[in-house]
């Protein structure tokens, strides 16, 4: 598993979130936004992906309007349920502040099947630098996408259209 790095960095006597778990995929792949205010402000944005939620921190949050795009870090994969996390990581913790639901909902691949052919494109997206996805949230609708940059954990989030 790769929640390796999540455990590291972090002392679950001292922080309320959630132990690093083994999850089965459901029916439906998830996503999820949190808001994370730390020394520096940003949304964590959270895609699942062989068990656990790849996860991008974005500084000025996620793009809402078409052909938007904004810089995205990636960082250590979080444990499938992050998703409902929220409360406050105390002082001294690696993330310290306070962790609120943003918006989440389910996305898939355009033309995929089942959940199983979502992973499997965007397994092949991830290595290649270049993901697709469709997401079916509140606040964040439509097609978007994630492009690598030259520095490996460098990501742009992409809207790339708002109709399925
Ligand atoms: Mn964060």
Known sequence: ?????????????????????????????IFVVQKHRASH???????????????WAVPKGPPRRPADKRL?????????????FEGRIPEGEYGAGLVEKWDGGTYEVEGATSAA?????????????RMSFVLKGSKLRGVYSLVRLKSPKQWLLIKTHAKK
């Open 41 to 55: 402000p940003h949304h964590d944005f959270r895609l699942e992906l062989d068990r656990v939620l790849k996860s």
């Open 72 to 84: 995205a870090v990636q960082v250590e994969d979080h444990p499938y349920a992050y998703k409902d």
């Open 1 to 29: 598993m790769s929640l390796t790095a999540y455990r590291r960095k972090r002392n679950f006597r001292t922080t309320p979130e959630p132990r690093a778990r083994a999850h089965r995929r459901g029916k439906e792949l």
């Open 117 to 129: 052919e979502s992973e499997r494109a965007m397994r092949a997206g991830l290595r290649l630098g």
